[in-house]
RNA sequence: GGGCCGGUAGCUCAGUGGUUAGAGCAGUCGACUCAUAAUCGAUUGGUCGCGGGUUCGAACCCUGCCCGGCCUACCA
């Protein structure tokens, strides 16, 4: 086995949002991969950032009233936190927000420049006039040009499916701040990617940088025209670097995202005093990247691209998964689907998901589905009664003796799972997890069946026997530190709860090909709990309530009855309208009114010292305790009248 | 419309030309009682999406169709 370097990323994740178990599916293929190379004792470095630039963070610093660099920060921190509770291990987390990327975003820049790979074009876009920024196309809304569906963005209509151009809307408005966009043109930088057509045909086609389905989508969607011109440069303002020798100018986001793989590297660099170049310059150096497939083309086309123009090692292998579907309906933020990772660990343990994904995650571009049933079921099935079983009805026998002193004879059983080893490990390498998980439960079953066989609990009854019985227990509790190290890549905290037990840590795959002998063994203690389905349940009920405000209003035909019941009053003129002075106002204090069916007595502050008391008949529909802090409108100017309860 | 991928037992999947198509889970029956009721044995269950073709032989290769997911670049 020869000794292999390798740097390991996962996509940045944007630092608009948490992480949810969408998120995860990658972090978590991407550090079980990691885990087993290290495993394998290669030299292995996985690096992530946070990918903080853009139109978005912008926007979204300007509605949280905050500037872009603490919003990036603080999301930063939650990102972190919440990787490490799923024990995803990176060596380096950075930010694309960094003096080394904005460095480097120069370096590849000025390498562009110079083999005339940059033409500037003048780009016509909708801008708003109101917000002061241009709009990308999501930023748009209008009515479909095509099928005349309203409330359409502004690139395709999910209606009819026509795509278009943002001013091809009718009626269109900036989704920033409703305001109608006005046509304004700037002059914008591109890569002219078609001059590196060849390069990327081979490059693509050829070597196993990429998944079989993969290189055929490229070769019949892109490879097979001309390549368009990559736009790089949104002009001001923008959350970005500025461009050096374009002033007023940014790189767009998906110039410097990537630039920060490197700069993550070369952070980690600087911090571990390491080489640079031997991570990114040196052909003996794997470069893996391991990212969903919705970000295929930049990573396989532009990505080599600027790589090679820019004198830089080339991935070795991209390594792209599907989506998370759950429950076989495809997760989306606006459906309101998602599950936080935050939300997830209040209620299971990380090992569970852990465990579960690398059950389903092969090697090949699949969507995998979170079946909340079949999560409970397999985890408890093959994780709790197949694996943790085993220790748990052998080690304690030899709590007393420890484990005899010679490797007792047991049918060639440990020489089998070594074997197995060998092709399991051939799986995780192929990140075809699914299968090395089977081969694993494959020999747990054997193992199960190996104790039964010996019946440990009748020997236990017969003091001559107990020879025999440390011996047999000895083997089962060999067979199970085999799956224990096997599984390590996916439930390190088992692995290292096991070697705690047997007094010997799990370091390394070869461990797998020798038995352990002589030891004395810690007291027994539950490794792990059974999932309990009920707090599967509760994890997806919290996780309605957080998303609430994202989901839509599901299309409902809603009964005309209360029409009937309570008609509309006549009509008011805009004069009587705009006497209404609504305000908004958060509540302060809501309290129970006992002796009222229907009211809620609630204080409200409309800014500063100035406030109101109402009585809200909403008491059926809300709890006092949920409403404090909550934002409302109120009718600031309606002159206060005595009530049964008090003034209103 | 075009492209990529998939459709195999109730569920999750394996099986890419060679005898009667497999596993785990679920179900059924039995055994065991060491283990957080886990485990072991046996067993039920499939015209391999549909049609046509190639072949001595097709789940597998070719072709048409049906169904599902995704993609269709200046959206993150």
């Known amino acids: 086995m020869s000794f292999r370097r390798i740097l390991v990323t996962s ?39 946070d990918d903080t630039h853009g139109t978005a963070i ?36 950075g930010s694309t927000n960094s003096p080394a990327n904005r460095e480097l975003c120069g370096e590849i820049w000025r390498a562009l420049r110079s083999s005339g790979m940059i033409r500037e074009k003048e780009v016509t876009q909708l801008y708003d006039p109101q917000e002061k920024v241009f709009l990308a196309d999501r930023f748009v809304k209008g009515t479909c040009p095509s099928c005349r569906a309203p409330d359409q963005y502004g690139d395709n209509c999910d209606k009819c499916g026509a795509t278009y151009s943002p001013t091809d809307l009718i009626d269109p408005i900036s989704a920033l701040s409703g305001a109608r966009p006005e046509l304004r043109s700037a002059s914008h930088l591109f890569v002219e990617l078609e001059k590196l057509h060849a390069f990327l045909d081979q490059w693509t086609q050829e070597g196993d940088h990429l998944q079989a389905e993969v290189a055929n989508y490229l070769k019949g969607h892109f490879l097979g025209q001309p390549l368009r011109d990559w736009d790089v440069s949104r002009p001001s303002p923008y959350f970005g670097f500025e461009i050096p020798d374009s002033p007023g100018n940014y790189w767009y986001v998906w110039f410097d995202a990537p630039i920060g793989y490197m700069a993550a590297t070369k952070e980690w660099c600087e911090r571990e005093k390491e080489d640079f170049d031997q991570w990114w310059k040196n052909p003996d150096t794997e470069i893996h990247h391991f990212i969903g497939k919705d970000i295929t083309y930049f990573h396989t086309l532009f990505w080599p691209g600027m790589l090679k123009v820019a004198g830089f090692q080339l991935p070795t292998k991209i390594h792209i998964h599907g989506f998370l579907t759950v429950g076989g309906e495809k997760m989306s933020k606006s459906k309101g689907t998602f599950v936080r990772a935050a939300t997830y660990l209040e209620h299971l343990d990380p090992a569970y998901l852990r465990y579960y994904y690398a059950s389903k995650l092969g090697p090949r571009l699949e969507d995998l589905d979170l079946g909340l049933d079949e999560f409970v079921n397999r985890v408890n099935a093959e994780l709790q009664n197949k694996v943790i079983n085993l220790a748990s009805r052998s080690a304690r026998f030899l709590e007393a003796s420890g484990l005899s002193v010679r490797y007792p004879e047991d049918g060639g059983r440990f020489e089998k799972g070594a074997q197995v080893g060998l092709e399991i490990a051939a799986c995780y390498e192929q990140c075809d997890y699914g299968r090395a ?44 530190r085999q799956l224990a190290i096997y599984l390590a890549p996916v439930v390190p905290r088992l692995a290292q709860q096991v070697g705690e037990l047997l007094n010997d840590p799990i370091w ?70 705009t ?6 106002a958060r509540v302060l204090a809501a309290e129970e009114v006992p002796e009222a069916r229907k009211l809620i007595k609630l204080t409200l502050g409309l800014g500063g010292d100035v406030t109101r008391t109402v009585f809200a008949g909403i008491k059926q529909a809300y709890e006092p305790s949920r409403l404090t802090g909550r ?6 100017n309606l002159a206060p009248r005595q009530m049964k309860f008090g003034l209103r």
């Not at 810690?522 to 994890?539: C, E, G, N």
């Not at 934002?631 to 600031?636: G, S």
Request: glycine share 2%; aromatic share 8%.
């Open 11 to 49: 996509a940045l994740p944007y630092a608009n949002g948490p992480i949810h178990l969408g998120h995860l599916v990658e972090y978590i293929q991407t550090d079980i991969w990691v885990r087993f190379q290290r495993l394998m004792g290669h030299r292995c470095v996985y690096v992530c950032a």
């Open 58 to 93: 912008m926007m979204r610093a300007r509605q949280e009233n905050t500037d872009e660099v603490s919003l990036i920060n603080a999301t930063q921190l939650q990102h972190m936190d919440d990787f490490s509770a799923f024990d995803v291990q990176f060596d380096h987390y």
């Open 437 to 480: 998980i089977r081969l694993i439960m494959e020999l747990a079953d054997e193992a199960n069946a190996f104790v039964d066989l010996r019946a440990p609990w009748k020997l236990k009854k017969d003091p001559q026997q107990a020879q025999e019985l440390q011996d047999v227990c000895t083997i089962a509790v060999n067979l199970f």
């Open 508 to 577: 390394s795959w070869e461990q797998a090909r020798q038995p352990l002998t002589g030891k004395a063994l810690r007291t027994f203690q539950h490794l792990m709990k059974p999932v309990d389905p009920t707090k599967v349940q509760a994890m997806i009920e919290s996780s309605k309530e957080s998303n609430a405000a994202s989901v839509p209003v599901p299309a409902i035909a809603d009964s005309g009855q209360p029409l009937i019941d309570e008609p509309l009053c006549e009509m008011i003129s805009i004069d009587d309208f």
């Open 579 to 584: 006497k209404v002075d609504l305000r908004v």
């Open 631 to 636: 934002l409302v409108i109120v009718v600031a």
